[in-house]
């Protein structure tokens, strides 16, 4: 990358971190609060842990529709100020329908498809899987940052701390994005990146995308609904205080992503990573089964470490391969649809996941909000036996100006390439959008290409 490209995709990976911060920190201690916070039940309080869930699913394809006409950097910085005064409002807040309120504003800053669309419009098409390769890595430290950072905030300064201090986090994202992050000569539309409308009906009836998107819903559903259970049955069940859970959550997390890596690495080498994803659901149902267990056997620290160990593994798994499953089957010039589509089935799992598990701790008690993952995870597991997906590759490529309105030409041309499975342009044909066979034409291949003139 050049120094511009640089400083946009450190700029963007860190407004993008510090935002998932304010968001995760409150849910490793949110519910050791639940005795302390005027008017607060089990329902009450998983409203409140999932229901930025709701407004970052409703709001975050419009945010990023909108981007293309108003510019990236408003809407960021719109969404940042949303953020901002959710979080101060949560703060200050004195019953949990306040902290509810403020959970719903801080989730309206949906921000993640137009810092997407803006990395697109700063980085170069050949450099820009870097860039989102960073993004996604800052986000996987994020989490484990924000779980070990939330209980050492709340020793110190309590709920409220949490939440002060991520109405700074945002503010200091605010000053990333204006005295860091590069501004662009100008907007385009990235359908590789950012939805479109016209394209939504196409991609939502796709069954291959419908599989994917009902399991990231499953998938932190249950996670939204085990951290209803987990802070409480470390502190009353377990004994461990609620200042030394961050001893718990980053041993648990490492071990986690470390056992994960040889799942990611065997299925793309072997080129069975569905397989690979179908065990890890397998396994996720397998960890909700004896979570249950071990509240009703009264198990000790070591075994819930153990099986939370397996969780994350599971999880990490799950969440790093099924977007990459979301690239291979998307069309296309219609992979930020696909994008946004799947990124709202994930938001409305954690607003689910946050009312079904606060609902079942009051009806049922935690048992039942373990169980509860259980048929969800298998009847996923069962409906994802029917998706086989193509070991394609994607490439974005620059389009010279000496091809401008030879546009047919282009595509026929393309088509007619050993190894092109599709192809397409971007509205603005500036963008070549290619799905590959595995031994298909390379990015330096294609540009190298590109570069020279028709019927030269």
Known sequence: MNPRELRATTGLA??????????????????????????????????????????????????GLLSDRVGRKPLILAGLLLFVAGSVLAAVAETIHGIILGRALQGAGAVAAVILALTADLVGEERRMRALAVIGLTIGLTFTAAMALGPVVDQAAGLSGIFGLSALLGLVAIVILFLWVPTPARARAHPDMVPVWSALPRVLRAPDLLRLNLGIFVLHLVLAANFLVIPVLLVETLGLAGASHWKFYVPVLLAGFALMLPGIIFGERRRRVHSVLRGAIALLAGVQILLALL???????????????????????????????????????????????????????????????????????????????????LAWWWIARGMHPRYRSNRVVAVPDHWSGRDAELLRALAAWPGVHEADLSPDAGSLYLKVEPGGPDTPELTAWLARKPGA
């Open 295 to 377: 509240v009703l056997d009264g198990g000790g620290l070591w075994t819930l470490a153990a099986l939370m160990v397996l969780f994350f593994a599971a999880f990490n798994l799950l969440e790093a391969g099924l977007p990459s499953l979301i690239a291979r089957v998307a069309p296309v010039a219609h992979k930020g649809t696909a994008m946004g589509g799947f990124a709202t089935a994930q938001f409305l799992g954690i607003f689910a996941g946050g009312v079904l598990g606060g609902v079942l701790l009051t009806l049922v008690g935690p048992v039942g909000v373990f169980l509860a993952g259980v048929p969800l995870l």
């Open 14 to 63: 860190a407004i993008y971190g510090v935002r998932m911060a304010g968001l995760f920190m409150v849910l490793p201690v949110f519910m050791l609060h639940a005795d302390r916070i005027p008017g607060a039940t089990p329902l009450l309080m998983g409203l409140a842990l999932g229901i930025y869930g709701l407004t970052q699913a409703v709001l975050q394809i419009p945010f």
